[in-house]
């Protein structure tokens, strides 16, 4: 019989999600099916624990007995309940890497999920033992919550649960036949380690700065990689030639060898990076943040040893590494909004949001208030709904908190954009799906093309206008 093991107390998966023998549940079910645990003391468990996670945005059940969350159930047969607790730390590790990734990650802030629990004492103790994983120091850190003494566990209290939907998921059924299935035949422990050090480094409520998150990325290279304990930086530089297929001193190559010597080994060894920023050899400033091309790079040779799916070529992680300048020339050199849809440019704005800056703040600011009022002059918007858009518009070009603006714009534009596009073809939809989604048809599909590049911009312009001009 299933047994409640624990619970992810600020994800809801709107699709039970199955790896292994864990089973990730979301409660309660949006369609209405009811996921409740069959025993009574499992769903006393819930109740009493779930109380210890309050959010300040979710959903309800009817009686109010239970917030909304996912929680996960797996057999624990007497005698095998380290075995059990391995096997939830496996599943939960994999369906963390599914969600985390680097360009475009289910939700923007997920390391909040990072809180799992394991609860098997009797319901009705009051107090609740948590554990949760830190790789580094190979073993649980043991933590206790209780709803009588409002004893609750970080990142504190009333964060907002995280609605993800099965879709976001990235590469969770190769996932289950890599790692389940004929696919992954040895060394599984190890590239699980590699997966939770990748994992780490998106933590935010820890003490540890970007400095240690590179380090996290670099522990989690040389576990998938196994480097050797000397010559360490040739090492990794021709694992990564090997493993996606660089050619020697090309600009991967070039960015493996400043990675591991410049970043990792200085950190490491005197406590900080060289820099924080990869420069391009033709670039006049350091424009890429090692953080983000180091989670990207692992990401693809977490795919390269494992054969699950790459999903961006070297040529394209080339042009990532590229400097930021690059991308919006080509829009400059069009010269306006009609221009950049004439010839088709918008894909070259969904591009920035791969690179953290430095770029030409002049140009990031330009190519912002033509999409925005062109935007505006095809759709005639309602400026009830969007006041920033032209507060942006407005705006003068040296305002130090434009950076800013964009974000407020953001979480406007999220309300309007619908995130829920499908693409349909000459399927018909039923009446129910399009109540729920908004189909792309060739009547809409420039509006989609046009929403998507502001939605993109947006997150990009918010990081690079922050920094000082």
Known sequence: MDKLLGILPYIYLEEPVKLGNVTFLGLPDWQGRDHAPAADPDKRYL???SACFPTTRGLSTDKGGVKAITYFLLNTERGKEAQTLQEARDAVSLLRYSMLRPDTQAVDDI???????????????????????????????????????ERFPPPGWYVDLQLIHT????????????????????????????????????????????????VDVATAFETL???????????????????????????????????????????????KPLSYWFQ??????????????????????????????????????????????????KLKAAGSFEKILEYNL?????????????????????????????????????????????????????????????????????????????AVGQTKVSEDVT???????????????LESAIYNFARFAGWALLLPP
């Not at 998921?169 to 190890?190: A, P, S, T, V």
């Not at 692992?298 to 690059?326: M, Q, W, Y």
């Open 435 to 449: 109540r729920k989604v908004k189909p792309i048809t060739r009547a809409n599909v420039k509006q989609f093309q």
């Open 280 to 329: 391009h050899p033709q670039a006049q400033t350091p424009h890429l943040s090692f953080l983000w091309s180091a989670r990207r790079v692992f990401r693809e040779c977490i795919s390269a040893k494992t054969g699950l799916p790459r999903h961006i070529d070297n040529d394209r992680l080339i042009e990532a590494l590229t400097p930021n300048e690059v991308h919006p020339s």
């Open 111 to 149: 390391e909040s999920a990072y809180i799992y629990a394991f609860v098997l004492p009797p319901a009705g103790s009051d107090n609740y033992p948590l554990y949760r994983c830190w790789p580094n120091l190979n073993a649980e850190q043991e933590l206790w919550v209780s709803p009588k003494d």
């Open 346 to 422: 918008l894909r070259e704005v969904e591009k920035l949001r791969q690179i953290y800056p430095l770029g030409r703040r002049e140009d990031i600011i330009w190519l912002g208030k033509e999409l925005l009022r062109g935007y505006k002059a095809q759709y005639k918007l309602n400026q009830q709904y969007l006041p920033t858009l032209q507060v942006i518009l407005d705006t003068d070009d040296t305002g130090s908190d434009l950076g800013l603006q964009y974000f407020r714009f953001l979480e406007e534009f999220r309300r309007t954009y619908p995130e829920s596009y499908i």
């Open 225 to 271: 990689l196994q480097l050797p304990k000397h010559n360490k930086t040739a090492e990794f530089r021709k694992r990564i030639r090997e493993y996606l297929g660089a050619e020697e001193d090309s600009l991967l190559d070039k960015w493996a060898c400043k990675f591991y010597s410049d970043v990792r080994s200085e950190t490491v060894h005197k406590g």
């Open 167 to 214: 879709s976001q998921l990235e590469d969770i059924d190769e996932i289950k036949q890599c790692f389940y299935g004929q696919g992954m035949i040895g060394e599984r422990e190890e590239t699980i380690l590699a997966i939770e050090w990748y994992n780490q480094s998106f933590l935010k409520y820890t003490l540890r700065g970007v400095a240690g998150r590179l």
């Open 47 to 49: 109740r009493e624990f």
